[in-house]
């Protein structure tokens, strides 16, 4: 199971989902908010802090992946030219996930928040976990 842990109040994350919901044309992801019990049962599971909405997440094969490595595992399962980012992985992780921090910090103020987690709509209610 791959699984896409969120920010569900983030303009900037609900955007990204939205992208990658049309990009993944096999499917092959799952999505869930960190908000979502769902996301929270999948975090803790994993050692992670649940109320921590400062990364992305991303659950493969029984290992969670964040920030910037989470991004690039993301990447490599879309179709091309996307799998070509995933040589970013050959930049040390303390550079990869600097800029992803600062992005990161600066989405709200940048982008917007919502006032409520997303909510399915019921084309893609099938691609979110319960």
Do not use: H
């Given at each position: 199971?791959?699984?896409?842990?969120?920010?569900g109040i983030?303009?900037?994350?609900n955007?990204?989902?939205?992208?990658?919901?049309?990009?993944?044309?096999?499917?092959?992801?799952?999505?869930?908010?960190?908000?979502?019990?769902?996301?929270?049962?999948?975090?803790?599971?994993?050692?992670?802090?649940?109320?921590?909405?400062?990364?992305?997440?991303?659950?493969?094969?029984?290992?969670?992946?964040?920030?910037?490595?989470?991004?690039?595992?993301?990447?490599?399962?879309?179709?091309?030219?996307f799998?070509?980012?995933?040589?970013?992985?050959v930049v040390?992780?303390?550079?990869?996930?600097?800029?992803?921090?600062?992005?990161?910090?600066?989405?709200?103020?940048?982008?917007?928040k919502?006032?409520?987690?997303?909510?399915?709509?019921?084309?893609?209610?099938?691609?979110?976990?319960?």
């Amino acid at each position: 199971m791959r699984v896409i842990i969120f920010d569900g109040i983030c303009s900037f994350c609900n955007a990204s989902v939205d992208l990658l919901m049309r990009w993944d044309k096999n499917k092959r992801f799952r999505f869930t908010a960190n908000q979502n019990e769902s996301g929270k049962t999948l975090l803790e599971e994993a050692g992670f802090d649940s109320t921590q909405v400062e990364t992305i997440y991303y659950y493969e094969d029984g290992q969670m992946y964040t920030k910037s490595t989470a991004i690039l595992k993301i990447a490599r399962q879309l179709p091309f030219p996307f799998p070509l980012a995933y040589v970013f992985m050959v930049v040390p992780k303390f550079i990869r996930d600097g800029i992803y921090s600062f992005i990161a910090k600066n989405r709200y103020r940048w982008f917007g928040k919502r006032d409520t987690c997303r909510v399915p709509t019921p084309e893609e209610r099938a691609r979110f976990l319960a």
